[in-house]
């Protein structure tokens, strides 16, 4: 079966499933696994080449709808008669799992689907365990876009992923999965942790002056305990099993003696050797620069 995936969950999804080797191409962001590198480009998620698409012709288009303005990509698939499923948008973390199901269905994997999503939820189990023993959950604000201020609310795996580590989001109590807030309402919440994590912006392209420069930052406790972190955006804003090793990166940093180190170069779900990186924190960065 000759695939393309059109959203990079969804080309980690098939990762997941060992149909990396049937992929014949992808959206521009895709870049997991390691072997998509070299797979012909068909544009941003939000602007598809369609003709490439058309051409390589494939057997199914793995595309989505988690991002305003994906429409476009269904209209045209539609209109040229390419097979394509539409993979479900998850919002929780078992819906995340639910898509190994989903996409195991349409690709003709679901014993391999199944097994993984067994696994999925056993994970979850014994974090949810590890988190019970946290005596004083952590207070963390999650920054996915600086301007204007973007943060999960309570209907995102992001909350989701905060309790999981011994943690709590300060803007659950927010019946929403984005909340459009502003600085001087984060401030007056004074988490414990700060978390970066720019929807689309690598790491290192990450600039925390942008924090320090804003009104009283020096005042919170984030900031005066040096508790800011730039995470890896993919690790953490992605609906895709690889949220599980942010789960395991943000419970190790919060609470290291109840929750097991953080194993950069391994993937809990499959158990296999990542490419290593190293963890930047606060205290890491060149504010002065």
Request: charged share 25%.
């Amino acid at each position: 079966m000759k695939l393309i995936s059109i959203c990079p969950s969804n080309t980690e999804l098939i990762g997941y499933l060992g149909l990396t080797p049937s992929l014949i191409g992808v959206d521009n962001y895709s870049d997991w696994p390691e072997d998509v590198q070299s797979l012909p480009r068909l544009g941003s998620d939000l602007d598809i080449n369609m003709d490439k698409v058309e051409e390589l012709q494939p057997d199914l288009v793995l595309a989505s709808l988690s991002v305003p303005g994906m429409e476009r990509n269904i209209e045209e698939l539609k209109k040229r008669k390419i097979p394509y499923v539409i993979v479900p948008n998850p919002k929780t973390l078992t819906e995340v799992g639910e898509s190994l199901l989903f996409v195991g269905e349409a690709t003709n994997t679901s014993d391999k689907a199944k097994q993984l999503f067994k696994k999925f939820t056993l994970i979850l189990e014994k974090y949810q365990l590890l988190s019970q023993k946290v005596q004083r959950p952590t207070n963390l604000y999650w920054e996915w876009w600086a301007k204007p201020i973007f943060t999960p609310g309570a209907n995102n795996w992001l909350t989701e992923i905060s309790n999981f580590a011994g943690g709590r989001n300060v803007f659950e109590d927010k019946n929403q999965a984005s909340v459009k807030t502003d600085w001087e309402e984060i401030r007056q919440r004074n988490p414990d942790v700060i978390c970066l994590v720019w929807v689309g912006v690598q790491k290192e392209h990450v600039n925390p002056k942008v924090i320090l420069k804003r009104p009283g930052a020096e005042q919170m406790e984030a900031i005066k305990n040096h508790q800011v972190f730039i995470l890896d955006e993919p690790l953490f804003c992605r609906p895709s099993p690889r949220l599980l090793l942010g789960l395991n990166k943000i419970a190790s940093i919060l609470h290291p003696n109840i929750y097991p180190p953080f194993s950069e170069n391994i993937d809990p779900l499959l158990e296999t050797r990542q490419e290593p990186k190293r963890l930047q924190s606060f205290d890491e960065l060149p504010f002065d620069s």
